[in-house]
């Protein structure tokens, strides 16, 4: 179902934070786009700890077991004793190991990143406005036709610049 | 910096790039040639074998090494800037860390041909790689040398995801300013980012934890690389300073090559007011103090080397008094003496002996890796083996290359990426507010 939705473009970071407020407040589901990453956005959205800390912690001890194991599976195939070091010596396979902890702890996050932040996007969606990366914040509210005339006054009290009809 | 809009931030990067100027495509055209022979003497050696190459017993790793030792080094300090700095929240950091991360990676590509290149047979490098076969044959993972090809493939891949991670925003911006078939290129690369707010809040996690795992490659790589040297039993390469040793080297290098990368970067493209004196001046302060860790660890080798007597005391007064003397004077000359110049406020807060010195510190370090691969082997235990190494002119063409290489990636990556980081300048930038407290 196409549900409609209004964007209100905002110059001032003071203004935004006062209209995520009151949209917080009116339980009203928002997006906010920035042209760069600022705290306040995300306390006043108060958004909780990113998936990614689990995502990297597991791909790292992943890449930990992934180097051993194949260090150790290769030296088990012939049992060679190389300068009198032990079949499986623990010191050079921590090097392995290691290097594997951090070669999977930063490309399974990196795709996770690709998953959880949606993107590649085929194109860019029509409420989407050049000016959010420039130096202009965007708040995307999805809402019904109804609710249409609240939503536009609250955005223009908070400070809005345009508040503009989206559909999509 | 600290007063610029968020839209002056914007067009102060981005003016830059794009159009070509006929100087600049002079420069890489240069460049380009220089790849060029270089490939040519390639190609030349791959036909003829590694005999055109100096390298022969007893020397039998010559400016290959070197080069690869030297380039690997190169590309430490702008994972140290961008990873290691970000973790200590140095403001200074912010208007250089995208260009020596971009540093980073194009050395680390450099380094990495030239593993290849003296392989001879390049065609047989795929014998490195830990893949089943029916003579159930392995790669040894307790030589060094397959520690080399997991590091610096995980350096090479952790320092491209790290950088591309920190362009996406960057790039979007460049699309939301350009026109044409240039907006669909940068929107291919942004992945069409749009700055919403759950997306820049897994980008930042993401981003922290990136920087944090890139950090300990810092130290782990360039010290797996000096265990190539150390894990053997020549005189004069096996000694348990080299991973410190190197380290402390390639941060030295690395910072000294930003200097030299920057310094006309800012000028040519008018950054002086994003990529500060102050920004330079740490560098400079920084390399004062990795010149000082490299003089300790002269200092150390040649006294433990003295103290241990016999072999280890002879190949080390050879370095100083034999064939390679000149080069040994020339490493300690630069690496030691020259960054004390950085003393004098007058001379770090200049760009030109910024510059001079930086460059000076590359050239110092370059003959550091040649003194310690081709002057240990060439002095060893066996005074009957004793031999000297000359580079051919063929190793020199290659070596032309791999400088044309780096030089003509970074002034691509200069042209058509932005190569100061637009999200985390306009971090820095006062908030744009309608009501200004006092």
Known sequence: MQQSGLVGVFEYLDDLLAALEALKRGKSDFTVFAPVALHEIKEAIGMKTSRMRL???L????????????????VEQWHFVVSGKPVVPWIPFVIVAFEFCILFGVVIPFVGLLIIGRIPRLRLPSYYDPRFSNDRFGVLVRCGEGEHEEIVKLLKEAGAEEVNEVQG | MNEMSYNEVTRAIIRPMGSAGTFYKCVVAFWFLGIVVGGSCWGYQISQGLGVAGVKNPIAWGTYLINFVFWVGIAHSGTLISAILYLFRAKWRTAISRAAEAMTIFAVMTAGLFPLIHLGRVWLVYWILPYPNQRNLWPDFQSPLVFDVIAISTYLTVSTLFWYTGLIPDLAA??????????????????NWMGAHYQWHHYGSAYLFFAALATPLVISVHSVV????????????????????????????????????LIPLRTLYRFENIIS????????KTIIFTGFIMSYSYGTE???????????????MWRMTGHYAWEFWVMLFCNSIVPLFYFFKKLRTNVYSLFVIGLLVDIGMWYERFVIIAGAPAHAHDPFMWRVYSPTIIEYGIMFGSFSLFFFLFFLFAKYLPAVSIAEVKEEAPRPLRRRTA
Request: without cysteine; negative net charge.
């Open chain 2, 174 to 191: 460049v699309r939301d300013q350009s026109t044409g078939w240039r907006r669909k290129i940068y929107g291919i690369l942004s992945l």
């Open chain 1, 55 to 57: 995502v990297t912690l």
């Open chain 2, 277 to 284: 004196m102050n920004t330079l001046e740490n560098i400079a």
């Open chain 2, 302 to 316: 040649h006294f433990i080397a003295w103290y241990s007597g016999g072999v280890e005391q002879d190949s080390f």
């Open chain 1, 59 to 74: 791909a790292a001890l992943s890449g930990i077991t992934f180097g051993l194991s194949l260090a150790v599976f290769t």
């Open chain 2, 226 to 261: 000096s265990w190539d040297f150390a894990l053997s039993i020549m005189p004069g390469w096996h000694s348990t300073i080299f991973a410190p040793y190197f380290v402390a080297g390639a941060i030295h290098s690395g910072l000294a090559m930003v200097l030299v990368l």
